[in-house]
């Protein structure tokens, strides 16, 4: 009986459907098991392995791993470990299986197989983080919001379009994923320790049925090199998302520093709490929790080139499957954290815009149109801008409400300061009022990639599609793992009803 036998269609007296079994983790036991009976039906029809002792060898094999899954049951995660339970139910013949085997690759096999998971898991979290921010920037496409540098109020953008950026951020990330993806999906069994082996093993016929498309082609490098280097370059690409993550997080918490933010989390659900000493506060628990498990996959991410550097190859100090995996799991909780945060976003426009017009985040403007439509240098412009701004500070006045003859007075003065011809500010009063206006500004941007209603339809799309993609490569990857898995347990099942019942 195969333990991943389907029960479709049977059923139990009274109609009921038998449960289907549960699925045995992909764990170290799990991994050594299929290489097991991958060795067990490729080395039979090679014929490494006596044809007539292969049945019996797979039944014990069968015996050990039907028993690991049951409740309680033995899972050891070492070959050294596995092996006698396998010799305890087929005999020393089992041990025939070990033809051209090593510790070294199988356990090489083993991390790669589970890391392979992990990081499906990974890019499953992103792809669903990144279809949020998508479906945010998209409903906020047109909200006018305020933008910072250096902690400072800058420029109005739409916040679609911030949330794009994000989204650029988080489609590199995937890349980054799937590139080191490439380079970890690749088989090392057969490779032995350093060198190979004499035993003229199928590599390739191991690796698909155990879902790897490729093989690691020099057999020094299978267990020494890249064993070690790609738990590092996991460790990047798990940093990478979590400096996103925390980069965002901190701009929504800046917020919660204002007596009157434009964007926080809706209360309840787990999202804040109140203080337990100040009843007016109600603090961002769900934010903490998000930056604190970037914090900690950052740690670890890093940790994995601090524990690989200045070992000689072939060390176990960065490749146990406990650390690589706890960095990858840790960034998938942080990604889920980060969508439950983003779900629970939210956005006042009316006070964002108040926000904008309450301060001179369309300075700038003054100085771009001034150049534009009259020809006047920048740093006149700029100029002229700031002293606007320094005149309107010193007096509380608001954008909406600064003089415009005084406007005009600064700017005689900016011409003079600058040594430029005495002239009349050019812009007329409506033109002035217009070019502060911050939504007025989103709206007639002309950069491509700006947040022009043209251009964020355009990227919107190309964000979706992205999202799309992801979502078929992920389903191609588990796809191929599963139909290799498959193939190997219906080939096993042929050499396994060979054996005397």
Request: hydrophobic share 45%.
């Amino acid at each position: 009986m195969l333990r991943f036998a389907l029960l479709a269609g049977a059923m139990l007296a009274g109609g009921h459907a038998l449960a289907a079994p549960q699925a045995a983790p992909r764990d170290e036991f799990y991994w050594l098991g299929e290489i097991n009976k991958a060795s067990a039906v490729i080395n039979t029809e090679q014929h490494l392995l006596d044809p007539a002792l292969a049945p019996r060898i797979a039944q014990g094999l069968d015996a050990v791993l039907r028993a690991g899954d049951q409740p309680g049951g033995k899972r050891p995660t070492l070959v050294i470990t596995f092996e006698p339970l396998l010799i305890q139910a087929a005999g020393v013949e089992a041990t025939l299986l070990h033809a051209g085997r090593s510790s070294q690759d199988m356990l090489a096999t083993v991390r790669a197989a589970i890391i392979r998971d992990e990081m499906l898991r990974l890019a499953e979290a992103l792809r669903r983080t990144t279809a949020t921010m998508a479906r945010l920037a998209r409903a906020h496409e047109g909200t006018v919001v305020p933008n910072y540098t250096n902690g400072v109020a800058a420029q109005a953008n739409s916040y679609g379009h911030y949330l794009l950026g994000h989204v650029a951020g988080l489609t590199r990330d995937a890349e980054r994923l799937r590139q080191a993806f490439a380079r970890l999906d690749r088989s090392p069994m057969g490779t032995t320790v350093l060198n190979g082996t004499s035993w003229p093993l199928d590599r390739s016929r191991m690796a698909a049925y155990l879902g790897f498309p490729a093989l690691i082609d020099n057999a020094y490098d299978a267990a020494q090199i890249s064993a070690t280097e790609i738990p590092v370059e996991i460790g990047a690409v798990a940093t990478a998302i979590a400096l996103h993550c925390g980069a965002f997080v901190e701009d929504v918490m800046t917020q919660y520093a204002q007596p009157r933010p434009w964007i926080l989390l809706r209360e309840g659900g787990g999202n804040t709490y109140v203080s337990s000493a100040m009843p007016q506060k109600r603090n961002p628990g769900l934010l903490n929790d998000t930056r604190a498990e970037a914090s900690r996959v950052l740690s670890l991410g890093i940790g994995r080139a601090i524990q690989a550097h200045n070992i000689p190859p072939g060390m176990s100090d960065a490749k146990t499957v406990r650390d690589n995996a706890a960095v990858l799991a840790g960034a998938t909780r942080m990604l889920e954290l980060w969508d439950r945060a983003l779900n629970a976003l939210v956005i006042s426009p009316e006070r964002a815009l108040e926000e904008l017009n309450s301060d001179w985040t369309a300075s700038q403007e003054l100085a771009d149109v001034l150049m534009r439509r009259y020809a006047l240098p920048f740093r006149a412009g700029h100029h002229f801008a700031s002293e606007v701004v320094d005149y309107a500070r010193a007096h509380d006045i608001r954008p909406s409400d600064f003089p415009y003859a005084e406007a005009q007075n600064i700017y005689e003065r900016t011409l003079h300061e600058m040594s430029l011809p005495a002239a009349p500010l050019p812009m007329s009063e409506a033109e002035f009022r217009q070019t502060l206006d911050p939504v007025a500004i989103v709206r007639n941007r002309a950069t491509t990639g700006g947040p022009q209603p043209a251009e964020m339809a355009r990227m919107l799309d190309a964000a979706d599609r992205a999202v799309a993609g992801e979502a078929a490569w992920i389903g191609e990857q588990r796809g191929r793992i599963d139909a290799g898995l498959a193939s190997l347990d219906k080939d096993f099942g042929k050499l396994l009803a060979q054996a005397p019942h």
